[in-house]
């Protein structure tokens, strides 16, 4: 609630700086000075003074307040709690529920008497962290409501404030992308002290409910967990993707008319809005029974309802409108006179888009493709309901396998022990997914830059 008013109290004070700045800068071209912004440039300097610094420091009071709050509890005489580190700290986080949630119910009886102390230090340290914010924000209202003059440049100021803005927003991809492979590789790194990186990337047994004692590495060969993300988003995924995502693309731009592609691609599109669960229930109730009892057809010993054809398929479906989009887009962007320049030279219709259409548009569908590989690559949810848990090394697709986005969610969720090599696998295999949807993006790049060169 505190932090809420104080949002509020910032945003008032952004907006009464606004306005005095924009009168102010008013009264002086009434007194006949020649201004070097509009009023309005001068009122939104001051907004930006107000409200940027302090909200700078509202995140960083947000960010330390809990260490604050946690040393004047603790360091309160009349507070009584355990010695040991893992029981206060154990305690604190159950009075702090108890805080939040009048009505849970507190395990621990020390952690019902830490509940008014804990509110009264939080309460005074928001109210201190609403007064730094406040006076924060007036010194900036005050600093830029000095500097308002008729010479005064301030719309360059604001520019470049604003580009600083933008260049913050920027950077926030390029630092949490960042954190993400820094995270990644510490946790791996303190994973192969356990495991050995060969036993890890060339093993061929995967089982980790069993890693333990000296032969550890031979129980965490990911191996069968590559093979199963490619065999199922790479391969069977990609051979229903493709061929439909294409086809249906070349239709729509060469052969549909107007009216019927303004009816189907956004009807093909809404298979991307789909949520994965909803493809899984379709997998697990709909198309693996169907494989199932076609396996049985087809003389398969004892098929299985979980079975890598029946999550590819289903995900094939899914990634549709990923390869579809791009390739309509593409096509579409091909110059007319390239087209109109074929059939003029006695080529059929057909012949000009597999000879001209299609090599001139195949920058973008290669993006199409390689987006496809990695969103597929990357699913979880079509593989739990419909493809199994079993890590293992076959051909063939009527076969249960499972790929390295379901073992993650095995190996992180539910009680687990966080610094055990169980867990920490589950950090290398997302390592090893992140470098293959990147190597894959880079090969996408340099494609299109290649074809590209070529066509343009």
Same mark, same amino acid.
Do not use: C
């Given at each position: ?18 306005i005095?700045?924009?009168?102010k ?8 000075? $020649? ?13 930006l ?12 009071w ?12 603790? =360091? ?5 709690? +355990?010695?040991s ?11 702090r ?9 507190? #395990? ?16 005074? %340290?928001?109210?201190?962290?609403a ?29 470049q404030?604003? /580009?600083?803005?933008l /260049?913050g ?11 993400i ?7 791996t790194?303190?994973? #192969? ?5 060969? !036993?890890?990337? #060339? ?15 031979r129980?965490?060969g ?7 993300t490619?065999?199922?988003?790479a391969i ?8 439909? =995502? ?7 731009t060469?052969?549909a008319?107007? &009216?019927l ?15 994965t ?20 057809v087809?003389?398969? !010993?004892?098929?299985?309802?979980e ?7 289903? @995900? ?10 791009m ?8 110059p007319?006179?390239m ?5 003029? @030279? ?5 012949? $000009?888009?597999?000879?001209v259409m299609?090599?001139a548009?195949?920058?973008?569908i290669?993006?199409g493709? @390689? ?13 739990? @309901?419909?493809? =199994? ?7 063939n697709p ?20 966080f610094?055990? +090599?169980?867990? /920490? ?10 470098i ?6 880079i090969?996408?790049l340099?494609?299109v830059?290649? %074809? &590209?060169?070529?066509?343009?």
């Amino acid at each position: 609630m505190v932090s809420l008013l104080v949002l509020l109290a910032m945003i008032a004070l952004g907006l009464g700086g606004w306005i005095a700045a924009r009168a102010k800068a008013r009264s002086l071209r009434a007194a006949g000075a $020649t201004l070097s912004a509009l009023p309005a440039h001068y009122g939104w300097y001051t907004a930006l003074w107000a409200i940027g610094p302090a909200l700078v420091l509202f995140a960083v009071w947000q960010a330390i307040a809990p260490g604050l709050v946690y040393q004047a509890v603790i =360091g309160d005489p009349a507070v009584t709690l +355990p010695a040991s580190d893992f029981e206060r700290d154990a305690v604190l986080a159950e009075a702090r529920q108890l805080l939040a949630d009048p009505a849970a119910i507190a #395990f621990n009886p020390l952690a019902q008497g830490l509940v008014e102390p804990l509110r009264a230090a939080q309460l005074r %340290f928001d109210l201190i962290g609403a007064g730094l914010v406040a006076l924060v924000a007036l010194l900036g209202a005050g600093f830029a409501l000095t500097r308002i003059r008729a010479s005064f440049p301030a719309r360059t100021r604001v520019e470049q404030m604003v /580009l600083l803005v933008l /260049l913050g927003a920027s950077l926030v991809a390029i630092l949490t992308t960042l954190g993400i492979i820094v995270s990644l590789i510490y946790e791996t790194a303190a994973f #192969f002290r356990y495991v050995s990186p060969l !036993d890890f990337l #060339f093993g061929l047994h995967w089982n980790p409910q069993s890693g333990t004692g000296p032969d550890i590495g031979r129980t965490f060969g990911a191996v069968p967990l590559f093979w199963g993300t490619l065999f199922i988003g790479a391969i069977i995924a990609m051979l229903v993707a493709v061929p439909l =995502g294409l086809m249906s693309a070349i239709y729509l731009t060469q052969y549909a008319s107007a &009216r019927l592609r303004r009816w189907m691609k956004p009807l093909l599109e809404i298979l991307a809005g789909v949520p994965t669960v909803v493809y899984g229930y379709f997998a697990a109730l709909t198309v693996a029974p169907l494989i199932r009892d076609f396996a049985g057809v087809v003389g398969v !010993d004892n098929p299985s309802t979980e079975s890598a054809l029946a999550a590819g398929l289903v @995900m094939g479906v899914m990634i549709i409108p990923f390869v579809s989009s791009m390739a309509d887009d593409s096509i579409a962007a091909v110059p007319q006179a390239m087209r109109d320049g074929s059939l003029a @030279m006695g080529a059929t219709q057909s012949e $000009t888009i597999k000879k001209v259409m299609i090599p001139a548009a195949l920058p973008g569908i290669v993006a199409g493709v @390689m987006l496809a590989i990695s969103r597929a690559i990357g699913e979880t949810m079509i593989v739990v @309901m419909a493809a =199994g848990a079993v890590a293992r090394l076959s051909v063939n697709p009527f076969d249960s396998m499972t790929t390295v986005t379901y073992q993650i969610v095995q190996m992180l969720t539910g009680d687990q022990e966080f610094n055990s +090599p169980k867990t /920490l696998s589950a950090f290398a295999l997302g390592l090893v997914l992140f470098i293959v949807t990147l190597m894959l993006n880079i090969i996408a790049l340099r494609v299109v830059k290649r %074809f &590209r060169e070529a066509y343009e």
